[in-house]
C-alpha cells in the first residue's frame, strides 16, 4: 500500500525542513516529495526498522538505496533538484525485530549532516559479544565444523579482551568481524547498523585512487590520475600493501579456509566503507608505488566521499566485469567445435513454479538441440561472478551435464526446528517476500523441512532431497569449468557436482563456496543489543554429493586443474584470460 504524505513546515537544528514521528506500517511504502529548492541532504531516520527508499525524478525511478542494514537505520542522500524536475521519494520498512510494530520515522532536509555517535560503553560491547556467541551456540550448525571448541573457546577468550578496550563501535565491529570469519562460512554475515560513512565527517578526506588485488599485487585501478593504471601500490601512508590486504580480508568471510576471495574482496566491495574502518581517513596520502621497475613516491590530498564514489563506480576493472555480468544467462559458440554457457547468478527464479524457472529449461532444451544438430564436442561452461541463488537452477544446469543420479546433499541439518533468541531475531526481506511476517511462520517451515531430531540434530525430510535423475539428452563431450574466487553458495555447489562427477577441466581460482560441504539453505539474522550491529548466518549444514578427490583437502573451495594468474599488461588489456585458456586447451586437446 503506497500512502502519500505532506510534511509540513517544522524547523529542526540544522535543517530546512523536517518532521518526526511519522508512522509507518509494515508493508506500507510513503511517498515524499522534497521540498527544498537548493541543494540539502534528505535523511530518513527510525528506531524500529531497516528503512530503504527509492528517488524517482519525472516518475523515473533512478536508485534505490538501503545503505543502512541496521534496525535503527538511518539513510543519507545528497538531493540537487533542478527546475522542472519531479522529484519523489518512496519509503518502506525493509526489514524489522520479530516483535511486529507499526514504526516511527522522521525526515529532514539540511544544509549539513553530522557524524553518528558510535560511542558505546566496554561493559556494554562486553555484552554484545556474549549475546553474538549465545546466538552462534544455539543457532549455527556450522560453528565448530572448522573450528575445534577449544579453538572456538580461545578465540572468544581474546575477543572479550579486545571488546573490553574498545574506544568506539568501529573497534568493536573489527573485533566481531574477525570473530565472524574465524568460524568459516561465506553465508556468514555481520555489519554495523548504519553505512560506515556515517561516521565519518564529511570532509574531503577519502582515498584519491581505487585499488585492485591481482595475485597479491595492489595495482591503481583509477584512469586519469596523477598514479599511472596499473602501477603497483607498494605502501599507503607506510602501511605496506601486503599489510593492508591481509587487514582488508578480515571483513570478508568464506567457506572452511578459502583465502582468494577474503583477499580481492574488500577491493571490489569495501573501498566505500571497510577501507576507512581499517584505515581512517586522512588529509593526505602519502603513497609509494612501482612503475617501470622504478620506484616512486606521491602525495595526494584527499577527495570527498562522492568524488570517492564516482572513482570507485568508473575504475578500470569494471570493464570486462561489466562485459562479464551483462545478462544472467547466455549461449555462445567460441570457436569450432567449442561452445560457452554462461550463468551469472541464480537468482533469477524463485523455485520450480517460477515462470523464469520454466523459460530457462526451454533455453537449456534448445542448447542442446544445437549442440547435438552442430555435434559439439566441447562445451565450456562459465560460472565467473555467480554468487549462488535458488537450488533449482543449478539442479537443472547439472541434469544435462551427467549420466548419473544425484542429489541436492548426502544429508543436511539444523541444531532446531523453533527458531531460539527469537527477541534478537530480525525478520528480513527473503522472509517477508514469502509471506513469513514473524517466528510462527519460520517455526512452521521448519518443522516442514527438518522433522527428524537424531542425536541433537534435526535432519532435512527425505522426501524433500529427493533423487534427480538425468536429462533424456545429456552432453557426453569435453566439460570445461571456468570459476572464480567469487562463486559461492548454490553456484559452487554446482561446480563441486561438475569437478567430482563429469570430465571437466576446472580453470580459474579456488571458489569461495566449499567443495565438500557448506552451510546454506535458510539465512537468518540477529541484532545485538547495545551496537544494533546485525549477524546473519545460514543455519542448515550441508553434506554435498561430492565424492573425495586427492587435490580436494577439507575447508577448500572448488580447486582449479589451472590457476589463472593475470599479468600487469593483461589487466591494463582487461582481455578474458580465462576464456582464452580453456580454448587453448581445447585445441591442444583437439590435436
Known sequence: MIRPFIIPLLLLVNSVYGQKDIELKPGDTLKYSPISQKPVWVTIQSNEANIAMSLFIDGKKIKEQDDSRGIKSIERLFFTPEKGRK???RIWA??????NKPSKISITESKTVS???GQFTSAQFVE???VFRSIREKANSGLYVYRSRHQIDSMYKKAEEEAASSKNIFDFYKVIAKVTGFEGSCHNYTDLPNHASYYLAQRPEYLPITLKNIDGRLLQDSKDIKIPLAAEIISINGIPAKEMISRFSQYYFSDGYSVPYRETAGFERGMLDK??????THKQYDIRYQWNGQTHDVSLPGISLEAFKKLQESRHSLTLDKKLMAEKYSFT???????RLSIRGFDFAT???????KKFSIFLDQMMDTLEREKIENLIIDLRGNTGGTGALYEKVFSYLTQRPFRDSNYAYTWFNEVPMEDKLIITPLFLSNGVTDKNGINTYLKQLYPKQIQGKYYWADDKNLLILPNERTFRGQLYLLADQRVASAASHLASLIKSYTNAIVIGKETVGGYYEHNGHLPLVYELPNTGIQTGFSIVHVIQDAQNLPDQKKGQGIVPHYEIRLTNQEFLDQSDVYLRKALELQKHNQK
Open 275 to 280: 577501507f576507512y574502518i581499517e584505515f581512517g
Open 128 to 130: 554484545d559479544l556474549r
Open 87 to 89: 522529484y519523489e521519494l
Open 351 to 357: 523455485g520450480k513454479e517460477d515462470p523464469a524457472y
Open 94 to 99: 525493509k526489514s524489522y525485530v520479530e516483535k
Open 115 to 117: 557524524s553518528l555517535n
Open 333 to 339: 559458440k567460441e570457436g569450432d567445435h567449442v561452445y
